[in-house]
Structures are given as structure tokens and as C-alpha cells.
T-cell receptor, first 110, second 116 residues
């Protein structure tokens, strides 16, 4: 069964303290792995799509990487405005179902 | 429109009533997804449309749930004979290309359904 597990559930950082969020997945043939950001009361906002092991993508202070079993979202020198829930999702080849993890709630303190 | 629009934003209904939730995707977007999201959890896939064709409905919980997108634009998710366990945030997302091409999906603000 296709599955996504995110850790930690919550992460508290000081402003400027770099860290990584983990997304472990099992899927029967990966079509794509997605990262989203979700602010309270709002819908998820797309960040990245990764397609194959070894791929990396960057956007401002965020960098996403992918291996055959997991993905990491690295946050460099975070700011309070980076506080949000970060969601990871996978889509398997041959289908359209997107499976989301429960998310990591990130709190960045000034 | 500027983004994915869902209506109503909030819906309170009595157990046993039918409800219809509407999604107006971004103009020109081919793919449309419906999700259900519980508090503190990620979205749970319900169904997927490619234009007007419902290509995956494997996530619909039971036969009280149905969805349509008759003209390949606006979609309606209908829940018949609602039950308290149906209470959740229902979200719609659209993307420019088909599900096989993995492009950026834009989510709406959601409809908060409460069954009393």
C-alpha cells in the first residue's frame, strides 16, 4: 500500500537555525513527490515536484532532495514567516491518486 | 478567475440531508481533484477529473459520495444522507495539465462542512 510518513510532527527553531524535515514514502513506482506549504485556515500552496532519486530543487531558503525511499526539505536560516505546516505527497505511476503525509508543523521564533 | 473558488465556505446541515459543494477551478485548468482534510492531517484524496471525465474515484468513501464535472470546468461534490462522520474540510485543487504530467496544483480555500 502506498504510504507517506513525515517527521517530526512538530519542529521549533530559532530564527537562523537551519534544519531538515523528513518525508519517508513507499509507492509502487513513483511518478512524482510534491512538497506543499499550508498556513492556518488556507489551502496548501505548491512548493516543489521531484521526479527521480538524486534530484534537487531550491526556492529561497528551501531546498528539497529525493532518494528512493525519502525526501528532505532543508530550511536554511529560517525566518518567522517560514512558520507553517509543510506537507509531502506522492503520486504513483499509472494512477492519479495523490497521497499526503500528515505534515510537519514548523515554528520559527524571532 | 484569479484562483480556485469553492462555495459555500461554510455549510452546516442536519444529519440525513443532502449537500452539494461547488468548485470553480482556474480557467483553462484540465485537471481537478477533490480532497477531504481533517484537522491536523494532510488532505485525503477523493476523486480526480481530466476535463469532464472522472478518471479516478477510488477515494470516495462510499456510494453516498458522488462528483461530476459535466462541462469540464465547474465541479460539484454531492454527499447524500449526510452523517456526522462526514464533517470535515473539503478542498478542491486544479492544475493546468493532466495528472500524468505532474504540474503545480492550486488549492481552493475549502468548504467547512459540519453535520449536526
Amino acid at each position: 500500500e502506498d504510504q507517506v510518513t513525515q517527521s517530526p510532527e512538530a519542529l521549533r527553531l530559532q530564527e537562523g537555525e537551519s534544519s531538515s524535515l523528513n518525508c519517508s514514502y513507499t509507492v509502487s513506482g513513483l511518478r512524482g513527490l510534491f512538497w506543499y506549504r499550508q498556513d492556518p485556515g488556507k489551502g496548501p500552496e505548491f512548493l516543489f515536484t521531484l521526479y527521480s532519486a538524486g534530484e534537487e530543487k531550491e526556492k529561497e531558503r528551501l531546498k528539497a532532495t529525493l532518494t528512493k525511499k525519502e525526501s528532505f526539505l532543508h530550511i536554511t536560516a529560517p525566518k518567522p514567516e517560514d512558520s507553517a505546516t509543510y506537507l509531502c505527497a506522492v503520486q504513483a505511476r499509472g494512477g492519479f491518486k495523490t497521497i499526503f503525509g500528515a505534515g510537519t508543523r514548523l515554528f520559527v521564533k524571532a | 478567475g484569479a484562483g480556485v473558488s469553492q462555495s459555500p465556505r461554510y455549510k452546516v446541515t442536519k444529519r440525513g440531508q443532502d449537500v452539494a459543494l461547488r468548485c470553480d477551478p482556474i480557467s483553462g485548468h484540465v485537471s481537478l481533484y477533490w480532497y477531504r482534510q481533517a484537522l491536523g492531517q494532510g488532505p485525503e484524496f477523493l476523486t480526480y477529473f481530466n476535463y469532464e471525465a472522472q478518471q479516478d474515484k477510488s477515494g470516495l468513501p462510499n456510494d453516498r459520495f458522488s462528483a461530476e464535472r459535466p462541462e469540464g470546468s465547474i465541479s460539484t461534490l454531492t454527499i447524500q444522507r449526510t452523517e456526522q462522520r462526514d464533517s470535515a474540510m473539503y478542498r478542491c485543487a486544479s492544475s493546468l495539465n493532466t495528472g500524468g504530467t505532474n504540474t503545480e496544483a492550486f488549492f481552493g480555500q475549502g468548504t467547512r462542512l459540519t453535520v449536526v
